[in-house]
């Protein structure tokens, strides 16, 4: 019904022990969890830097094409050339995606920047970052016009979709 003290401390030292191994493999599995966080983050971080050579031939291609649309339907000598590169102008800053590019990279580096701080409870914020990572994500892919662009776009969605699933995990 009752231990002795000797019994007692046994029962201690091996919880002591579970404890401990506890502790030991929660630090392994996040030191695996981090590692493969930041590897799906500087994948993303790649993947949008390949989009930049596409942007030119992305914008030459819609001037291409808006000028054979509008040549086709009004012929050539009805077009007003300074009215027509003011709406290419217009339209071409409506599906710029520099913007969309700078506040990915930096979500980017927000969310390493914030793996690497030295806290336990960091998946709420982890989670908003890969959320705001999301938004830019899906403006640059709708902005996009460009098949090569959404093809990069499409891999981005893939590894956030991935690092959304280890954050909901950790939280």
Known sequence: DRIDEKEWKFVLKIIDEALNKFRQFRLTEGEVLE??????????????????????????????????????????????ENRFEQEVIFYIEKIDITEEKVRLAQHCKYFLEELEKNTTAKGRKLSFISQEMGREINTLGAKAYSSDIQRYVVSMKDELEKIKEQVANAV
């Open 35 to 80: 590692n493969d966080l930041k590897a799906r983050t500087n994948s993303i971080m790649e993947l949008l830097a390949k989009v930049d050579p596409f942007e030119t031939e992305r914008i030459e291609k819609i001037r291409k094409r808006m000028r054979q649309n509008l040549d086709d339907f009004f012929g050539k000598e009805n077009v007003d």
